[in-house]
């Protein structure tokens, strides 16, 4: 092996992933985080409104997710998510206060489509092949122009479905991503679609154990480190500059730069990188849910899309929730409140309260904002770029930042033997 050093700057999955990878690999890594704590956008903290732990977002995976189970098992976390056995998840339309348990079969053969008690209330077994199109579209389509499905199929269920796997606003959205996103659950059934939620909480699964892996391999770790440039020379980084230091690097060393969007872009100028972006707005409310509440319920129909219990808070999530982040807080609660109310058929009033508006949340997932995503390999030859807006094929989601940063370490890991 060369002598070069492994450089990881920014501590979000992504870059977790990456370093951890790396760790694994046997090579001295150092990583550079920003903020005080790692994490990024999949962090957990403590609210004071709530007088507890809580997470930025209820971050929702799926059992297919094949980049997250290794990442899980990697830094010891494999048992850190929490679901149903099997792929269920309950609804309820506030429409008609209908509600509805969709149970999907196991194996590629779709048998959960043929049983009325599994699918769709209201849809029959040929609606669904109206979604095939997303299986092969090309990178320019939109899901408005591939699905022409509007009925009860598109309303109950894929176009909540796909707004929250992308978090973009259907018609709008990329065909292609959502097609990705298919073929990792639902086109292989109920085995690879199993809802997965981090209990307890976000940090406690993606973050923690990765820090506690990092130190057991003799990683160093730097939080509330920002770096504020490089330098550069020969398409070459020759130092990373920080408010207080500067590191002489080379082109034996690996710097895999594992930041948002934005400051990738401002960091390496004329970087192409999406440039659009969606909010997600969560609400969190300190009251135990009643007996009997399911661990995540479809709401369909209100402000609140997803609902979330755990044992001490109910939480619910709204994606391309552009039209939120300006609304008033606590009109906000009251409306998300009330969906929350009829969905679990609760007679309370509204407990202590928190929401949480990301204002970036991900890059809008548009056939136009995904042309933008960068490979790994970018334009300077010892920095490789990670995250989940770089080209991993997957909307922005951690199973695309984890792949992203495992690809940037086998990309590091093969530089540094140069
Ligand atoms: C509210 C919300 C809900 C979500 N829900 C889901 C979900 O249900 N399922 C799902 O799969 N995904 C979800 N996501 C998306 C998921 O959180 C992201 O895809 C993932 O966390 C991105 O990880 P990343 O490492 O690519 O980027 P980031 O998390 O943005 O990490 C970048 C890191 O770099 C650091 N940094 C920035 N600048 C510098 C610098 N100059 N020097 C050093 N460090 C720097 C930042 O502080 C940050 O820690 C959600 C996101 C949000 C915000």
Redesign the pocket.
């Known amino acids: 092996m060369g002598s070069g050093k492994a450089y990881v ?7 977790l992933a990456a370093a951890t990878a790396l760790a694994e690999r046997g090579i001295a890594v150092t990583l ?4 005080p704590q ?5 962090r957990s903290y403590f609210d004071p409104a709530m007088g507890a732990i809580i997470d ?6 799926l059992s297919g997710n094949g980049a997250v189970s290794n990442y899980l098992s990697r830094i010891g976390a494999k048992d850190a998510l929490a679901g149903p056995d099997q792929a269920v998840v309950d609804f309820v339309d506030l429409a008609d206060d209908k509600s509805w348990r969709l149970q999907l079969s196991n194996g590629f053969f779709p048998a959960w489509i043929f049983a009325k008690d599994r699918r769709v209330p209201g849809t029959k077994p040929g609606y669904y092949a109206a979604y095939a199109p997303l299986l092969w579209a090309g990178r320019a389509a939109t899901i408005g122009a591939a699905v022409k499905d509007r009925g009860a199929l598109w309303r109950r269920l894929m176009q909540p479905f796909l707004v929250s796997a992308l978090n973009t606003e259907a018609e709008t959205a990329s065909a292609a991503l959502a097609g990705s996103v298919m073929r990792q659950s639902l086109v292989r059934g109920g085995h690879a679609s199993r809802p997965r939620i981090a209990h307890p909480t976000l940090a406690a699964a993606f973050v923690d154990p990765a820090l506690q892996y990092l130190a057991a391999k003799g990683a160093t770790m730097h939080l509330g ?3 504020r440039g490089f330098t550069i020379a020969g398409r070459a980084a020759r130092a990373l500059e920080f408010p207080d230091a500067m590191i002489a690097t080379g082109m034996k060393d690996a710097i895999i730069l ?3 969007a934005p ?1 990738a872009q401002s ?1 390496l100028p004329g970087l192409s990188a999406p440039n659009d972006f969606r909010a ?1 707005v ?1 609400a969190h409310f300190k009251l135990a849910p009643p007996p009997g509440a399911s661990a995540m319920l479809g709401v369909i129909g209100g402000t609140a899309e997803w609902i979330f219990t755990f044992p001490d808070r109910i939480s619910t999530t709204t994606s391309a929730a552009d039209a939120l982040v300006d609304e008033d807080r606590e009109a906000l609660a009251a409306r998300i409140w009330s969906d929350v109310r009829r969905a679990l058929k609760l007679d309370a009033p509204m407990p202590p309260w928190q929401i949480v508006k ?1 204002k970036r ?2 890059f809008a997932a548009t056939p136009a904002q995904d042309a933008l995503r960068p490979s790994p390999r970018g334009p300077v030859r010892n920095i490789i770029l990670a ?2 807006w770089t080209q991993t094929g997957l909307p ?6 984890i792949r ?1 940063g495992e690809t940037a370490a086998r990309l590091a890991a093969r530089h540094l033997r140069l």
Do not use: Q
């Open positions: 700057i920014g501590g979000g999955v992504a870059g550079f985080e920003a903020g790692a994490g990024g956008r999949c930025n977002g209820n971050h929702l995976v480190t920002r770096l594992a930041v948002n400051v960091l997600i969560n990301e949340a991900t995250g989940d922005a989601t951690i199973e695309g930042a992203s």
